[in-house]
Structure formats: structure tokens, C-alpha cells
């Protein structure tokens, strides 16, 4: 006989019993596989989503900076060799046709053709917000893209041909702006959106009241949300609100005609590289692009560097001076002589007064141009020598200006001049010089190229007509003051060292800029023109893009890598299905063994034959790892089943942790395999673990079924006992510690709960294993309930595996509902997640004026005095903002480009939320953690603080740990999580303090990000909307903390209602398995049974004893569990009664009740059918 005779024999003979067997690995293999299908299908759903969203889109330009709209078709090679006039760009301010602004750009020869299928697509892409001009549903966190056809080519044809024609005023919305505005085709509404400005707006000459724009626009049409209508650069799953309208349009609204501010490179068909598209980007970039203009000075003979930000960046300072040293010939830059330099610097400021006389009488002049300059200035003085270098302390004045003060050399000259301040204002400063000389009115000193064009000032006519953004009094202009404008324009009036002139007018040096012009002088004997020419060929050279914010973004790359998702969904449902897994082994188990049993007889033949133990061992562990592995093939195919249902709950029951419908099933073969083979070693171990020892039986036992030879003892239940003492005792220790301030109540409730388990389970042990001191007398059915509890004496280890089984998962999917997460309205503390702020708001537009003084409420024209009076009574604490990925647990992707806001002093000094740990040093940082963001670290990592959640499962970091991002400038830096909070309300954003976020993303003007603390009895709700309401032109969307508290806490919850559904399902499989423990036993009693029956004892009586012993395992198991479970959520049905899922948890223990009852019964009925 062939050793594998007997096992295929018995697998068809017993094929009944393997049935049952291979529906219970069904069972663990489609949960166990079903599960990392899950996992499969987030994943691959999120891929799709995010790719889906880019329309094929693989490098985009994203940038704070416009530049020129063709600039998009010489990438693509659809635009070459253009003028500058032909690229909509025209002269810069000077002379039409100079050669400075010919070689703005290099020749467009050459640059490398592009590969064949790539496209370059010009867009405006800005965050706004949108007003239903009927209703006035307000929706904030707007995408607004200016685009045209060549955008609408991305989306196919069938979206090109649905264009209006002969329009350029409308708007096509997606379909989820248009569902959260309640809007229809035909409905107007108010396209709001931050207005960009070329002068920092922070800075004294930016227009801080022009700094929003809005157009009233009609829908044309609803995009669907999928394929364009749900373009997006951001990894988020949820729907973006988008709005698209004319390019065109959106350009005269910002007075961007020919700009724009984002490229997007497609590629059909064929690939490119990261350092290809950024190559070619810096090869057809102009000076225009970057803001630049080179000023040729003919008469003067000098070229003047400019920026159309009026300030020249920091990064472009020292691209100049070398491409200054690059144009040097013998014949072509004259150095200067004092410092060897071959530029001048110059930073031009308006004065608001020159003064100069004793404080009893004083002269003075209003407005006048001041020339901060470096180095040996190209003045001359009155007594016809070279001004010297000006010292610290000094001023020259010119002519004019000296004669109209009558000031004498050697006096006092005092400047009043106005700087910003925070809060959006100006305030007065005033300085005192030295007279050093007089500067006499040649061509040189009254050259008024020293200030670059200022629209608004330097282009007027008149004094009178000056239209500056800070509060001006013409009334003190004199005709003499107008005499000196119509003559000399804006020449400077008095002339200081570049040094204090940066002290008094550039506190913020490396942000905004130092300079306003920088001048090269060429040689008498140098051609001007071919000079300029090589001048502006070696800047371009040198510039880099990216320094200055301009850099193509992989974004298709970026989508992949944030497609494998923050959360392991695999693991996560893994660890939901742990029980259902549990039980399914258990059940292979005991299924499994009690078939083996009831084939006792055989085996006691084979054994009496001749059949070696191990060869008896190994026959039943291949006859059941082919039924493992027939279940586990029947079982991959219902884990699809099974991940599909799953799917649907996260798309519909538990959809609050996922925020998207757009999963899709996604089966992998390598998930399948690796499910398929887990199960089998599972099963397999469950089998083999099943007939342990059974093999070792004698002949005459295995022939008698006498398969169990366990019986309790006194030594074992002493052992129990210990336990269980130690079991309490470690519980009440927790209890005493939970009364203490240095411990969490809920996780160490949870720990006395599950050792008053483990010591009530000990009990039980300790009960099962003593010897009855009674016999049982007496007749009735209580006499026969008190036998079958007996019974569960009998198998000690079978009926502690059921029982524990019962209560350790009753226990679980009870016990965890303790860290179900509830807002609480009340907890306005400043220590609590709220950190005492009941309102947030974000704003599309910076707001440059403070929202706490009640003049910046009237810069922002808020005029409705209910919300005047609402805000006089709160505090609003505003924050810089950059834009990006959210960071907390709503967005499923893994973020690339996360949120950050900048923490103002005052908010430093102010603290706040709750913290779970820190890296404090001093009592002032644990009192205050928040001062950790101004510590500094040796090796120049920075401060951040971030929530504690947000960090550990989304980011995968944690305290002290280093998370790196990219500044502005492109360069990668690194961040130090210096705090955690405790579940804020501060989840998607990650915190630094203010002047290290100004040093990551300089070019941030404003703020866009507030929180607001109100007084107890003020209207939270009534407060939003007027806000909202006052402040719609900077699109100011305002929600409550509390709000964003509960969305947060809904995915805790959510996942936790998850593991209870399905911890719940598997519990109840469990007590399935209780019908196979019982009918074991029966099988194994079958002879006492007969007995009784023999004696007079009826069917129904022994019915009811088996019952009562079934019922005793269920019930114990239950009362264990639960009892354990309620002392664990005791501070969770303390604080929040009313939120403890009664309903559910009942319904599972009622159905695991009913379930095991009706298993028991089942299982009797069976055995004693077939006997």
C-alpha cells in the first residue's frame, strides 16, 4: 500500500467532515486575504485618483511669480525666435529697441528640439473663493484656473468642441462646486481671488488695499467630477472645488495681460526627465520672466539693473556680480575705484521730511526722494571735487534742497520716514546726519534714474497726482516743491551710505531685498550697446530659476509616491478582521479533531497493524493540508468577495474615514498568493496542533475513544488562584495610579479592565480544576442544570479556550470603545485640543491689517456693526500660511508638500493645546512648549511642532525626529519636532515659528490662516457668517473648532466601529466553534449517554443538561468580558454617557449568545442523530 492511499482514501470516505473543515479555512482565508486586497485596492484607487486628476500632466510649474504666457511655447518648441514685442512683453522703461532688451533671452536656435508629444500648457492657477451671486452660498478653498484651449486639449475633444464661442466671460464649474453652491448653468456668481502684486505688499510701496479682485461671471456649464473636472495638483482624495474661466479674463483682472503664473507639461506617447524640462526651462528663460529689466543710460553712460518688485531678491544680488565679473574685458567695465567694485548699489526710499535748524526754528521739505549708495557715488560736489565715500552719520544734499534749507556744511539734517509695521500701518522714524557736502545738479546729481519706475508716483505729472499706498499730506507741497518735480522728476534730494540707509529701510534683509538698483559702469572707451548685450547674456547664464521660485514640480512622479497612502489599510484590516482570523482557526482546529476522533476505531487498527505513531501523524496532516489547501483556493476567491464588501462599507458606513467614494477593487496576484499561503500555514498549524499526541495514544485507547486524557487537578488550580491574586493586585495598582496626575484615565482603565479579566478568567480556571466537595443528590431541573455545569469540568482546556476566547473578544470590541473620540462644546480651556479658540478661518487673500484693532476693522471695511462688536470682545490670532498638503488623518495620501503656518511672538508667548510630549528643557518651556519653536540647533535644523497623531501615522516621525521639505528657493531643509499636541485642533498643519517660516518661503506676504477666541455667551455660528459675509473679498471661509475637532475624531471612531463590526463577526464565528467544542463532547459521552438513557433519563432531559453546559461556557465567557469591558470604559461612561455605543455592543452580545446557544443545540442534535 502506497503511503499516500490511506489520506487520499480517507479524504473521499470522510468527505463530510472535511467539508466543514474547508469552510472554516473559506472563512480565515478570504478575511486574511481579503484584507491585503483592501489594502491593494486603496492603494491602486488612490494611484488612480491622483493620476486620473492630472489628465496627464507630468511636470508643472507652480510659482508666487508670472511670467510671459509664450514662454510656454518656446518649452514646447510651438514659439520660437519671437521679438519682444511679439511675446507681448514690450520695452521696459527706457528706450524702445535697446539691445539690453533684445537679449533678454538667448536665441531660441539654441536650445535642443523637444522630444516629439510634449506640450506646454500656460495657466493661471490661484486659490480664491466663489459667492452664488443669488443666494450668497459662499465656498472658500477654491481652485481658480485661467485657461483656454490649449488647456481644454488636456481634457479631450468632446470637451473642446462643448466651449462656448465668441465669449469670454463665463465660468464652468465642477460638479462639486457647483453641488456645494446649490448652483445650476445660467446661475451668476462672484469669482473671488487674491490680486498677485510685482512689490512685496508687506513693504512700504506695496498696495495693501489692492490686493483682491473678484468677477462676476455666469456658469456655463457643470464639469463632472472625474478626468478635468477634477484637475488637481494636490494629493488629496477628496473632490477639489474648481472654477475655470477665460485666461483672458482672469489676466485683465489682475492686470497680468500675457502672464502667467503656472506651466503644465504633458507628454503623450513619449517621456522626459526632471533635468531636461528644467534645462530648457533656464535656457528660453528672459529677464522678463524673472522681473528684471536692464535701464541703458546713454547719457550718463551706465547700465541700471532694476526689478518690477521695485526691490531686487536677495538670490539675484550675487547672480549679478558674477555675471558682472563674466562681461569684464580691458576696454568694458570700469571698477570702482575706492572698494574694486565694478558696480554701484543703491537702495532709493521716500523721506517724508528733510529738516534742518534748531527745534526753535526749523526748515523743512516734504516727499523727497532719498539714494541710499554704496562705495564711491558718481556724484560730483559744488567746489567741483568727486564726492568721497559717505560715512556712517553722513548726507549730502543736493543743490536745490541745500539752498532751499539754507543748511551750512558741518550741520544737522534730520529725515522723517515711514516704515511698516505688522499690523499693516506706518509709523514715523526719524534720523539725524551730518551735512558732508553739496551735490551739484549735473546730469549726474539730478539724474532721477537713481529711483526705478513706481507706477502711481514716478509717472504723474504733478505732485499733486501721486497716488502712493500710505497716507499722504499734498497740503504741505509748496510750487517750489512742484517747480523741483516738473524739472528734475524723481532725482534724489539727499544722498546717505548704503550701510544706514539698509539699517533704516531694510530691517528684513534677506526677505524682501536690499537694493533697488544695481548700476555697472562701462568703460569711457566701451561700446555701450555690446556691453549691455554681453551684460544681459551673462545674467541669464548665471540665473537659476529655481532660486527664485521657478522650478517644474515631477508631479506625476509626486502622485505615484503619494499614492501608496499614508495608512496601511492592509494592516489596518488585517488587525480588524484579527478575531474573525482567531476564530477560523479555532474552528479549522476543532472541526478538524473532532473528525479525527470520531474515526477513533481506525486508528486504533492502523496503531494495532503496525502503523508507526509519526507515519499515523503525518497521515492526518496531509489529509488535512489538502483540505487546507482545496479551502484556501475557495477561500481566495471569497476574499474578493470579501474585500469588495469591505470597499462598499468604506464607500458607505464607514466612508467618515476615507472622505472618498472613488475606491475600486483592485485584486493583485502577489496579494492572492501571499493570502493563500498564510492560510494554508495557518490551517495547517491549526490542524497539526489538533492531533498533537492523538498519534501517541495506545491501540486500546484510540479503539475505545478514549482521545482525551486532560483531567483537572489541585495543582493547577492553586496555580490559577495565584494568578488571579496577582492579577488584582496589579489591577487595583492601576486603579491608585489612574487617580494620579501623571497618568491618562482612559488607556489606564483599559489596563485594569484586562487584568480583572485575566484575573476572572483565573478564577474560572481555578473553579474547573478543584473537585467538587459535593455530589449532586438531588432530582429536578435544577439538579440537572448543576450536572452539566459540571461537565465543563471534564475538559478543562477546551472549555477554557471557549471561554476565554468569548471574553478576551467581548472584552476587546467593548473595551476599545473607551478611546472613542468626542468634542467637547464645553472645553474651551486654553490647555484642551481646542487651545481655548472656538473659530478657525483660512482666507484666499492676505489680510495685511489686524483684525484686533479697530482701524485695521476698518481698513478691511467691515461696516456691519454686530460683527464690529463681536470682534472687539474677541481675539484673533493670525498666522502665516503656505499652502499644501493637508497633514491629519482626513487625507489618505502621503504627503509631499505639507501645510505650514508660521506662529506669530504674541501666539508664542500666548501657548497653548494640549501636549503629549516635548523636548523641554526648563521649567519656562514646560510651562510654555510653544517657546521651543525659537530654540536653535547646532546644525541648523528647525523648530516645528505638529499634532502627535498627524506626526506618528501620517508623516511616520515622531519627537526629536528630522522631517525634511524644500523653501522657496528650492533647497532642501530640514525640521526638528521639538512638541507634540494631544489631538488639537491644529491636525493638518505643521507649526514654526514666524521668522523661521519667513526664512523657508520669503516670498509669503500676509496672513491667510486665523484662530479666534470669543467670549462664553457670543454666538460662534452668528460670528462666522458675518465675517464670512465682511470679509468675502479676501474669500474668508470661517468654520468652528469644534467642527473640525469632531472630523477628525470621526476617523478614530469610524475605524473603531469598523473593528467592531467585523470583531463582532468574528466573535460570533467563535461561538460557532462553540457547537464543534460541544459536540466533541457529546461524541466523547456518547457511551455515558446511552447509559442515562438506559437507566430512564429521557431525551429531554439529557437535552437540557448538555444545554445548561453549553450555556454555562457561553455565558461565563460573555459575563467576563463585559464586566471587564464596563470597568474599562468607566471614565468614558462617566464623562460622556450618552456616547457609548449601547445599541451595537447589545446586539453583539445577544447574537453571540443566541448563536453559541443555538450551536450547542445544533451540535447535540447532530451527534446524538447519528448514535
Known amino acids: 500500500m502506497h503511503r499516500y492511499t490511506v489520506p487520499m482514501r480517507s479524504l473521499v470516505y470522510y468527505w463530510r467532515a472535511h467539508v466543514a473543515v474547508a469552510l472554516a479555512v473559506v472563512a480565515a482565508t478570504a478575511a486574511l486575504t481579503g484584507a491585503l486586497l483592501v489594502g491593494d485596492s486603496v492603494r491602486g484607487s488612490l494611484r488612480e485618483l491622483a493620476v486620473s486628476r492630472l489628465c496627464g500632466v507630468t511636470h508643472a510649474l507652480i510659482s508666487t511669480r508670472f511670467v510671459r504666457e509664450s514662454l510656454a511655447g518656446e518649452l514646447d518648441g510651438r514659439t520660437a525666435n519671437r521679438t519682444s514685442d511679439e511675446r507681448g512683453i514690450g520695452s521696459p522703461p527706457g528706450r524702445a529697441g535697446d539691445p539690453a532688451n533684445e537679449s533678454n533671452r538667448r536665441p531660441a536656435t539654441d536650445a535642443a528640439a523637444p522630444p516629439a508629444g510634449v506640450r506646454a500648457t500656460p495657466i493661471i492657477l490661484l486659490p480664491g473663493g466663489v459667492t452664488h451671486a443669488q443666494t450668497q452660498a459662499l465656498v472658500g478653498r477654491v481652485n481658480v484656473l485661467g485657461v483656454d484651449g490649449r488647456f481644454w486639449e488636456i481634457g479631450g475633444a468632446a470637451v473642446v468642441s462643448a466651449l462656448p464661442t465668441n465669449a469670454d466671460r463665463y465660468a464652468i464649474v465642477n460638479?462639486?462646486?457647483?453641488?456645494?453652491?446649490?448652483?445650476?448653468?445660467?446661475?451668476?456668481?462672484?469669482?473671488?481671488?487674491?490680486?498677485?502684486?510685482?512689490?512685496?505688499?508687506?513693504?512700504?510701496?506695496?498696495?495693501?488695499?489692492?490686493?483682491?479682485?473678484?468677477?462676476?461671471?455666469?456658469?456655463?456649464?457643470?464639469?463632472?467630477?472625474?478626468?478635468?473636472?477634477?484637475?488637481?495638483?494636490?494629493?488629496?482624495?477628496?473632490?477639489?472645488?474648481?472654477?475655470?474661466?477665460?485666461?483672458?479674463?482672469?489676466?485683465?483682472?489682475?492686470?497680468?495681460?500675457?502672464?502667467?503664473?503656472?506651466?503644465?507639461?504633458?507628454?503623450?506617447?513619449?517621456?522626459?526627465?526632471?533635468?531636461?524640462?528644467?534645462?530648457?526651462?533656464?535656457?528660453?528663460?528672459?529677464?522678463?520672466?524673472?522681473?528684471?529689466?536692464?535701464?541703458?543710460?546713454?547719457?550718463?553712460?551706465?547700465?541700471?539693473?532694476?526689478?518690477?518688485?521695485?526691490?531686487?531678491?536677495?538670490p539675484l544680488e550675487a547672480t549679478v556680480r558674477t555675471a558682472v565679473k563674466a562681461t569684464e574685458t580691458p576696454t568694458g567695465i570700469q571698477r570702482d575705484t575706492v572698494s574694486d567694485d565694478a558696480t554701484t548699489e543703491i537702495l532709493a526710499y521716500l523721506a517724508k521730511r528733510i529738516t534742518v535748524g534748531d527745534p526753535n526754528q526749523t526748515r523743512s521739505i516734504p516727499y523727497s526722494?532719498?539714494?541710499?549708495?554704496?562705495?564711491?557715488?558718481?556724484?560730483?560736489?559744488?567746489?567741483?571735487?568727486?564726492?568721497?565715500?559717505?560715512?556712517?552719520?553722513?548726507?549730502?544734499?543736493?543743490?536745490?534742497?541745500?539752498?532751499?534749507?539754507?543748511?551750512?556744511?558741518?550741520?544737522?539734517?534730520?529725515?522723517?520716514?515711514?516704515?511698516?509695521?505688522?499690523?499693516?500701518?506706518?509709523?514715523?522714524?526719524?534720523?539725524?546726519?551730518?551735512?558732508?557736502?553739496?551735490?551739484?545738479?549735473?546730469?549726474?546729481?539730478?539724474?532721477?534714474?537713481?529711483?526705478?519706475?513706481?507706477?502711481?508716483?514716478t509717472d504723474t505729472d504733478d505732485m499733486a497726482d501721486w497716488n502712493p499706498p500710505f497716507p499722504i499730506d499734498l497740503s504741505t507741497v509748496s510750487p517750489r516743491d512742484e517747480d523741483y518735480w516738473d524739472r528734475y522728476r524723481a532725482a534724489p534730494k539727499a544722498f546717505v551710505a548704503l550701510e544706514q540707509g539698509q539699517s533704516m529701510w531694510a530691517s528684513e534683509t534677506d526677505r524682501f531685498g536690499r537694493l533697488t538698483s544695481i548700476r555697472i559702469h562701462p568703460s569711457v572707451s566701451a561700446d555701450l550697446d555690446a556691453v549691455a548685450a554681453t551684460f544681459n547674456r551673462a545674467l541669464l547664464d548665471e540665473i537659476d530659476p529655481s532660486a527664485i521660485g521657478l522650478r517644474f514640480r515631477p508631479v506625476r512622479d509626486e502622485a505615484l509616491a503619494a499614492g501608496r497612502g499614508s495608512t496601511d489599510f492592509a494592516g489596518l484590516f488585517i488587525g480588524f478582521s484579527f478575531f474573525l482570523i482567531v476564530a477560523a482557526a479555532m474552528l479549522i482546529a476543532l472541526l478538524f479533531r473532532l473528525g479525527v476522533e470520531r474515526r477513533g476505531r481506525q486508528l486504533g487498527l492502523m496503531r494495532?497493524?503496525?502503523?508507526?505513531?509519526?507515519?499515523?501523524?503525518?497521515?492526518?496532516?496531509?489529509?488535512?493540508?489538502?483540505?487546507?489547501?482545496?479551502?484556501?483556493?475557495?477561500?481566495?476567491?471569497?476574499?474578493?468577495?470579501?474585500?469588495?464588501?469591505?470597499?462598499?462599507?468604506?464607500?458607505?458606513?464607514?466612508?467618515?474615514?476615507?472622505?472618498?467614494?472613488?475606491?475600486?477593487?483592485?485584486?493583485?496576484?502577489?496579494?492572492?498568493?501571499?493570502?493563500?499561503?498564510?492560510?494554508?500555514?495557518?490551517?495547517?498549524?491549526?490542524?497539526?496542533?489538533?492531533?498533537?499526541?492523538?498519534?501517541?495514544?495506545?491501540?486500546?485507547?484510540?479503539?475505545?475513544?478514549?482521545?482525551?486524557?486532560?483531567?483537572?487537578?489541585?495543582?493547577?488550580?492553586?496555580?490559577?488562584?495565584?494568578?488571579?491574586?496577582?492579577?488584582?493586585?496589579?489591577?487595583?495598582?492601576?486603579?491608585?495610579?489612574?487617580?494620579?496626575?501623571?497618568?491618562?484615565?482612559?488607556?489606564?482603565?483599559?489596563?485594569?479592565?484586562?487584568?480583572?479579566?485575566?484575573?476572572?478568567?483565573a478564577f474560572v480556571r481555578a473553579a474547573i480544576s478543584a473537585t467538587p466537595r459535593r455530589s449532586i443528590s438531588r432530582s429536578g431541573p435544577s439538579s440537572i442544570a448543576r450536572l452539566g455545569i459540571r461537565n465543563a469540568r471534564r475538559?478543562?482546556?477546551?472549555?477554557?479556550?471557549?471561554?476565554?476566547?468569548?471574553?478576551?473578544?467581548?472584552?476587546?470590541?467593548?473595551?476599545?470603545?473607551?478611546?472613542?473620540?468626542?468634542?467637547?462644546?464645553?472645553?474651551?480651556?486654553?490647555?484642551?485640543?481646542?487651545?481655548?479658540?472656538?473659530?478657525?478661518?483660512?482666507?484666499?487673500?492676505?489680510?495685511?491689517?489686524?483684525?484686533?484693532?479697530?482701524?485695521?476693522?476698518?481698513?478691511?471695511?467691515?461696516?456691519?456693526?454686530?460683527?464690529?462688536?463681536?470682534?472687539?470682545?474677541?481675539?484673533?490670532?493670525?498666522?502665516?500660511?503656505?499652502?499644501?498638503?493637508?497633514?491629519?488623518?482626513?487625507?489618505?495620501?502621503?504627503?509631499?508638500?505639507?501645510?505650514?503656518?508660521?506662529a506669530t511672538p504674541p501666539m508664542i508667548a500666548r501657548g497653548g493645546f494640549d501636549f503629549s510630549a516635548t523636548l523641554a528643557d526648563s521649567d519656562a518651556e514646560r510651562r510654555n512648549p510653544w517657546t521651543l519653536l525659537d530654540r536653535t540647533f547646532p546644525d541648523g535644523a528647525i523648530p516645528a511642532i505638529g499634532d502627535e497623531a498627524a506626526v506618528k501615522w501620517q508623516l511616520h516621525s515622531g519627537l526629536g525626529d528630522d522631517f525634511t521639505t524644500t523653501d522657496d528657493a528650492g533647497t532642501t531643509r530640514t525640521l526638528r519636532f521639538v512638541a507634540l499636541f494631544k489631538g488639537s485642533a491644529l491636525q493638518d498643519e505643521l507649526i514654526v515659528s514666524e521668522s523661521?517660516?519667513?526664512?523657508?518661503?520669503?516670498?509669503?506676504?500676509?496672513?491667510?490662516?486665523?484662530?479666534?477666541?470669543?467670549?462664553?455667551?457670543?454666538?460662534?455660528?452668528?460670528?462666522?457668517?458675518?465675517?464670512?459675509?465682511?470679509?468675502?473679498?479676501?474669500?474668508?471661509?470661517?468654520?468652528?473648532?469644534?467642527?473640525?475637532?469632531?472630523?477628525?475624531?470621526?476617523?478614530?471612531?469610524?475605524?473603531?466601529?469598523?473593528?467592531?463590526?467585523?470583531?463582532?463577526?468574528?466573535l460570533v464565528l467563535g461561538t460557532v466553534g462553540l457547537g464543534a467544542v460541544m459536540a466533541r463532547n457529546v461524541f466523547e459521552r456518547r457511551g455515558e449517554l446511552a447509559l442515562m438513557r438506559a437507566v430512564g433519563f429521557r431525551t429531554r432531559t439529557i437535552a437540557f443538561m448538555v444545554f445548561a453546559e453549553n450555556a454555562t461556557l457561553v455565558i461565563a465567557g460573555l459575563f467576563l468580558g463585559v464586566v471587564s469591558a464596563l470597568v474599562a470604559v468607566a471614565p468614558h461612561l462617566r464623562d460622556r454617557p450618552g456616547t457609548f455605543p449601547w445599541a451595537s455592543t447589545g446586539l453583539i452580545v445577544l447574537a453571540v449568545l443566541v448563536v453559541g446557544l443555538l450551536s450547542g443545540a445544533a451540535a447535540f442534535k447532530h451527534v446524538a442523530g447519528h448514535d
Not at 469669482?191 to 510701496?205: A, C
Not at 559717505?390 to 549730502?396: C, N
Not at 470679509?1031 to 472630523?1047: H, N
Open 369 to 457: 526722494t532719498i539714494a541710499a549708495i554704496a562705495g564711491d557715488p558718481p556724484l560730483n560736489l559744488g567746489d567741483g571735487r568727486r564726492a568721497p565715500p559717505l560715512q556712517f552719520g553722513e548726507i549730502y544734499l543736493n543743490r536745490w534742497t541745500a539752498d532751499e534749507l539754507h543748511a551750512e556744511i558741518g550741520g544737522a539734517v534730520t529725515l522723517d520716514y515711514d516704515v511698516s509695521t505688522p499690523a499693516g500701518g506706518t509709523t514715523t522714524k526719524s534720523t539725524s546726519f551730518r551735512l558732508a557736502g553739496v551735490v551739484d545738479m549735473d546730469a549726474h546729481g539730478a539724474d532721477p534714474g537713481f529711483v526705478p519706475e513706481y507706477p502711481g508716483v
Open 996 to 1066: 523661521q517660516f519667513l526664512q523657508l518661503f520669503p516670498s509669503t506676504n500676509g496672513f491667510r490662516f486665523f484662530l479666534m477666541e470669543t467670549p462664553a455667551d457670543r454666538d460662534v455660528q452668528q460670528l462666522a457668517v458675518g465675517l464670512e459675509r465682511e470679509l468675502a473679498p479676501f474669500s474668508f471661509d470661517v468654520g468652528t473648532i469644534r467642527d473640525r475637532l469632531t472630523a477628525y475624531a470621526a476617523v478614530q471612531n469610524t475605524y473603531l466601529s469598523t473593528f467592531q463590526s467585523l470583531g463582532g463577526l468574528g
Open 795 to 902: 475538559a478543562p482546556g477546551r472549555s477554557m479556550m471557549t471561554i476565554g476566547l468569548i471574553a478576551s473578544a467581548s472584552f476587546v470590541v467593548s473595551a476599545l470603545q473607551a478611546f472613542r473620540l468626542q468634542t467637547d462644546e464645553t472645553a474651551t480651556d486654553i490647555s484642551s485640543p481646542s487651545g481655548g479658540f472656538t473659530l478657525f478661518a483660512e482666507s484666499a487673500a492676505p489680510l495685511l491689517y489686524d483684525l484686533n484693532s479697530a482701524a485695521g476693522r476698518e481698513k478691511l471695511n467691515i461696516v456691519d456693526d454686530s460683527v464690529r462688536d463681536a470682534l472687539a470682545g474677541a481675539t484673533v490670532v493670525p498666522f502665516r500660511l503656505r499652502p499644501g498638503d493637508e497633514a491629519s488623518c482626513l487625507n489618505l495620501y502621503v504627503r509631499t508638500h505639507p501645510r505650514f503656518i508660521g
Open 608 to 761: 494495532s497493524v503496525g502503523f508507526r505513531p509519526a507515519t499515523l501523524a503525518w497521515s492526518l496532516i496531509l489529509e488535512g493540508s489538502i483540505v487546507a489547501i482545496v479551502g484556501a483556493i475557495a477561500g481566495s476567491a471569497a476574499a474578493v468577495a470579501y474585500g469588495g464588501l469591505m470597499l462598499v462599507g468604506l464607500r458607505t458606513w464607514w466612508n467618515d474615514a476615507v472622505r472618498t467614494t472613488s475606491l475600486q477593487l483592485h485584486a493583485s496576484a502577489t496579494s492572492i498568493a501571499a493570502g493563500f499561503i498564510v492560510a494554508v500555514v495557518i490551517a495547517v498549524v491549526s490542524i497539526a496542533w489538533s492531533v498533537r499526541g492523538l498519534a501517541r495514544r495506545s491501540p486500546r485507547a484510540l479503539s475505545a475513544g478514549d482521545t482525551d486524557h486532560a483531567s483537572p487537578t489541585i495543582k493547577q488550580s492553586r496555580k490559577s488562584v495565584a494568578v488571579a491574586v496577582a492579577a488584582l493586585i496589579v489591577a487595583g495598582g492601576l486603579f491608585l495610579a489612574s487617580r494620579a496626575a501623571w497618568t491618562t484615565e482612559a488607556p489606564t482603565f483599559f489596563g485594569v479592565g484586562a487584568a480583572i479579566l485575566v484575573a476572572g478568567l
Open 175 to 314: 460638479q462639486a462646486l457647483a453641488d456645494a453652491l446649490g448652483a445650476v448653468p445660467g446661475d451668476h456668481i462672484l469669482v473671488r481671488i487674491g490680486k498677485p502684486s510685482d512689490i512685496p505688499t508687506e513693504t512700504l510701496l506695496g498696495r495693501k488695499d489692492d490686493v483682491t479682485s473678484s468677477m462676476r461671471l455666469p456658469i456655463h456649464s457643470v464639469l463632472p467630477n472625474a478626468g478635468i473636472g477634477q484637475f488637481s495638483l494636490q494629493s488629496s482624495q477628496a473632490a477639489p472645488y474648481n472654477v475655470y474661466v477665460p485666461l483672458s479674463e482672469l489676466q485683465r483682472a489682475l492686470r497680468k495681460q500675457g502672464r502667467v503664473n503656472a506651466i503644465l507639461v504633458t507628454t503623450h506617447g513619449t517621456s522626459i526627465d526632471d533635468g531636461s524640462i528644467d534645462a530648457k526651462l533656464r535656457h528660453h528663460l528672459s529677464l522678463q520672466d524673472v522681473g528684471l529689466t536692464v535701464r541703458v543710460d546713454r547719457e550718463r553712460r551706465y547700465l541700471a539693473l532694476e526689478s518690477d518688485r521695485f526691490l531686487i531678491e536677495p
